[in-house]
C-alpha cells in the first residue's frame, strides 16, 4: 500500500501537463484550409492527417477539386497536420491549436520532389476565427491553471471577456457567483458538462470539479442554432486519460489574517457590531478557505481505452454581518471518472460521472421577507437557520464516428440529478419581522429535488458539390426535467408569526407534509450550414423548431389541518404546449484576404424557454400550502393561538390562483450582433 501511494504521487509530481480531453457534443472545433503547389495551383486528391494527445488515433481526409480540406468535430488540444502527394515533398504542420467552436486555418504549399523529403514547419496560432460568428472565449489548460481567484464557475465568468457580474469571487467568498449575464441578458443561462445540460446547479448547490476541466467554453452571444436561448453558455469538456500516466496535485490555503477588512471607523461610530466576542471589523470577511484537487489519468491500452478520475475537497467560511454568531460554511466534495474506448480507428465510446456533496451547516432562508430574504434577514442564533446537505450527480454515455471524410456523427444519453433537503437547527415557534429585517425561531423542513434525463446528437455533412463548400449540421435533443418539493414542516408548528417592527401583523399557518411535483418535456431539431461561397466570405444559414409541453404528474396532499380528507390529484399531460421556430443567419468576411480581418455580422432570433416554474405557478398541488391571515395578538401572549387569525389575506394549495391562457406565447428576441476582429500578431488580436 505504502508503495502504491509513492508510485501515485510521483506519477503526478512528474507530469506537470493534464491529460487530455475527448470530444463532447459541440464542443469542438475545426481544422480547414488549402493545398497548393509552388504555382498556387489547387492539389486535388492530396491526403491530410491530424494527430494529437487529444484523439487516440490520426484522422485522414483528401482535398477536394478545389484543393480544399475540412476536418470537424476535434475535440480542443494541439495538433500536428502531414500534407502527402504524390510526386511532392510530405509538409507537415506543428503547433496548430484547436479550441471549442473556433476554425483554425492551415494551408499548405507543397514542392515538387521525393515523397520522402519532409518539411516541418512549426504552424502560427491562429487568433482570429475567419468563418465562425459567434461571440465566445475559450479557456485553455494553461489559462485554467494560471487563473486568479478562487477555482470556480464565477471565477471563469470574471475572465471572460463581456460577461457581466454581480458578484465577484474573492478567496472563496461568493460561491455560487449571483445573477450573471452578457448583451444585457441576465438569465436563460445554460452550463452543460460533456455534452449534458447542468442549468440548474447554483440552487441545487451541486459544484463542478475545476481540476477535471481541460477546456471551457464560454458564450455570450450570435449564438448558432445549437443553442435555444440567448444569454451566457458555458461548455465544459473534462480530461479523458491518455496514451501516457499523468496528473496533477493543486492545494491552496487562505488564512483570514492575510485579509484586509472593510468595516471602517465610521461605521463602527454608527453601531457596526461584530457579535459576542467579535470586533465589528471582523463581521464581514472571508474566515478560511482552503482546496484540495488531485487527479490522474492514463491507459488501459494504448490508443484503445483510456481512464481519468479526479476528487476534489473545498472547505470556506465566510463572515456575514447579518448572522454574527459563527462563520457561514460550505464544504464541498466532488469525485468523478471517465472511460474512452476506441471501438474502431473512426469510432468511440465514452462514460462519465461525476458526483458531489455540499454541505452548508447554517442557512440563512427567510419566507415573509421578500425574494432576497437570505441576503437581508438577520438571525440572531443558530436556531434560526437550517442545515443544508445537498447531493448531485451528472453522467453520460456517449457514442461518436467519423464516416469517411464527410461524415461525423454523435450521439449520448445522460442526467442530471441533484437533491437539496434542509433540516432546521430549532424548533421554538417562528417569527419574522419585515420592518427589522430580524428572523429567530425554527425553520423548515424539506427536501428540493431536480432531475433531468436526456439524450441529443447530430450528423455532421461535409460537401463541395455546386457552388463553395458546406458544412452542415442537423441535430436534435429530447429532455424531461422533474421538480420535486417534499415538505416535512414549513416552520415549528407549521406557524410564521410576521411582525413589522416588533407589532404582530399577519400569522401564515402551513398544511404539511406536502409533496409537490411538476415537469416539462422539450424536444428540439435544429439544422444550420456553414456555406463558405468563396475563400473570403462564409454564410451560416440555420433554423430551430422547439416544442415544449408542460405537465403535472399525479399527486395528492394531506390529510392536512385544513384537509382533513387526503386530496388526489389526477395527472395533466398537458399544461400547456409551444411549438416553436426560430431562424438564425450570420455571415463572416475577410477584409483583407490574408485571414487576419474579419467583418462578422449576425441576425439571430431566440425564444426565451418556459421552465418548470411556470407550471408550479399552476399546479393546485402547491409547494407548500398555506394560508395568510391578518393577525394581531388579541390575548397578548406573543404567539398564535387557534381563533385569533382574521381576515384571509391570501391562500396557495387546494386551487389554482393561476391559469394559463391557451393562447399564451413566449417571449420572442431577436439579436443583431456586428463585430470586426483583427489579428495584429504575436497571438494578440483586438475585436470591436
Not at 130 to 137: C, D, Q
Not at 482 to 497: E, F, K, Q
Amino acid at each position: 500500500m505504502t508503495r502504491a501511494v509513492w508510485l501515485w504521487i510521483a506519477l503526478m509530481a512528474g507530469a506537470p501537463s493534464a491529460v487530455a480531453a475527448q470530444v463532447v457534443g459541440g464542443a469542438t472545433g475545426t481544422i480547414a484550409g488549402t493545398v497548393t503547389d509552388a504555382t498556387s495551383a489547387a492539389l486535388a486528391g492530396a491526403s491530410v492527417t491530424v494527430t494529437g494527445p487529444a484523439i487516440m488515433r490520426p484522422r485522414t481526409v483528401v482535398t477536394d477539386a478545389r484543393g480544399h480540406y475540412q476536418i470537424v468535430a476535434l475535440p480542443p488540444g494541439d495538433y500536428a497536420i502531414e500534407f502527402r502527394h504524390t510526386g511532392f515533398r510530405t509538409a507537415t504542420r506543428t503547433g496548430v491549436v484547436v479550441g471549442v467552436d473556433f476554425t483554425a486555418g492551415v494551408d499548405a504549399e507543397l514542392d515538387v520532389g521525393p515523397i520522402e523529403t519532409a518539411v516541418a514547419v512549426s504552424a502560427r496560432p491562429p487568433v482570429v476565427d475567419p468563418s465562425l460568428t459567434s461571440l465566445s472565449f475559450s479557456f485553455d489548460p494553461q489559462m485554467l491553471a494560471s487563473l486568479p481567484g478562487a477555482r470556480s464557475m464565477g471565477s471563469l465568468l470574471a475572465a471572460a471577456p463581456g460577461v457581466f457580474l454581480t458578484r465577484f469571487d474573492v478567496g472563496g467568498n461568493a460561491s455560487p457567483p449571483g445573477v450573471y449575464g452578457a448583451l444585457g441578458i441576465n438569465s436563460l443561462n445554460r452550463p452543460t458538462v460533456e455534452g449534458i445540460n447542468v442549468s440548474g446547479i447554483a440552487p441545487t448547490g451541486f459544484a463542478l470539479d475545476f481540476g477535471s476541466f481541460d477546456t471551457v467554453w464560454v458564450g455570450t452571444g450570435a449564438h448558432t442554432a445549437e443553442w435555444y436561448s440567448p444569454g451566457v453558455h458555458m461548455q465544459f469538456v473534462i480530461k479523458s486519460g491518455g496514451n501516457r500516466y499523468a496528473g496533477t496535485i493543486y492545494a491552496d490555503y487562505e488564512p483570514r489574517d492575510w485579509q484586509s477588512v472593510n468595516i471602517d471607523a465610521a461605521q463602527i461610530a454608527r453601531g457596526a457590531a461584530g457579535g459576542a466576542a467579535l470586533p465589528p471589523a471582523e463581521a464581514n470577511r472571508v474566515w478560511s478557505d482552503r482546496d484540495l484537487d488531485a487527479d490522474i489519468g492514463g491507459y488501459v491500452r494504448r490508443d484503445r481505452l483510456w481512464w481519468y478520475a479526479s476528487v476534489r475537497d473545498q472547505d470556506a467560511a465566510i463572515r456575514a454581518v447579518n448572522f454574527p454568531i459563527v462563520p457561514l460554511r460550505t464544504q464541498i466534495t466532488s469525485y468523478g471518472g471517465k472511460l474512452t474506448w476506441s471501438l474502431r480507428p473512426s469510432q468511440r465510446a465514452v462514460l462519465y460521472g461525476q458526483g458531489g456533496r455540499n454541505h452548508q451547516p447554517y442557512r440563512l432562508d427567510a419566507f415573509a421577507i421578500g425574494g432576497v430574504g437570505a441576503a437581508t434577514a438577520i438571525h440572531e442564533s443558530v436556531e434560526s437557520t437550517s442545515e443544508q446537505v445537498a447531493r448531485g450527480r451528472v453522467w453520460k454515455a456517449e457514442w461518436n464516428a467519423a464516416i469517411g471524410s464527410r461524415f461525423y456523427v454523435d450521439a449520448r444519453i445522460g442526467e442530471f440529478d441533484a437533491d437539496r433537503p434542509e433540516r432546521p437547527r430549532g424548533q421554538a415557534p417562528r417569527f419574522e419581522d419585515i420592518g427589522t429585517q430580524i428572523v429567530c425561531g425554527g425553520s423548515r423542513d424539506l427536501v428540493q429535488s431536480l432531475n433531468r434525463t436526456q439524450a441529443n446528437g447530430s450528423i455532421n455533412v461535409l460537401a463541395d458539390d455546386g457552388p463553395g463548400r458546406h458544412h452542415v449540421k442537423v441535430g436534435w435533443e429530447i429532455s424531461q426535467t422533474m421538480a420535486t418539493d417534499d415538505w416535512a414542516a414549513a416552520s415549528p408548528g407549521d406557524v410564521l408569526h410576521v411582525l413589522r417592527n416588533a407589532r404582530p401583523t399577519e400569522v401564515v399557518l402551513f398544511e404539511s407534509p406536502s409533496r409537490s411535483q411538476t415537469g416539462q418535456r422539450s424536444y428540439a431539431l435544429f439544422v444550420s450550414d456553414g456555406w463558405q461561397i468563396t475563400d473570403r466570405l462564409t454564410l451560416h444559414l440555420g433554423g430551430r423548431l422547439d416544442r415544449h409541453r408542460l405537465f403535472l404528474p399525479a399527486q395528492a396532499h394531506g390529510p392536512a389541518r385544513f384537509n382533513p380528507m387526503r386530496e388526489v390529484f389526477a395527472p395533466v399531460d398537458a399544461v400547456i404546449d409551444w411549438n416553436l421556430f426560430v431562424p438564425r443567419l450570420s455571415a463572416a468576411f475577410d477584409v483583407t484576404g490574408d485571414g487576419r480581418t474579419i467583418a462578422k455580422l449576425s441576425v439571430n432570433q431566440y425564444h426565451t424557454g418556459p421552465g418548470v416554474e411556470l407550471a408550479a405557478a399552476v399546479n393546485p398541488n402547491a409547494a407548500p400550502w398555506w394560508r395568510r391571515y391578518a393577525w394581531s395578538d388579541p390575548n397578548r401572549n406573543g404567539v398564535w393561538d387557534a381563533g385569533e387569525e382574521g381576515t384571509e389575506l391570501a391562500r396557495r394549495g387546494g386551487l389554482s390562483t393561476e391559469r394559463l391562457d391557451p393562447a399564451l406565447e413566449l417571449p420572442r428576441l431577436t439579436e443583431i450582433a456586428a463585430s470586426v476582429e483583427r489579428d495584429v500578431g504575436h497571438g494578440l488580436a483586438l475585436r470591436a
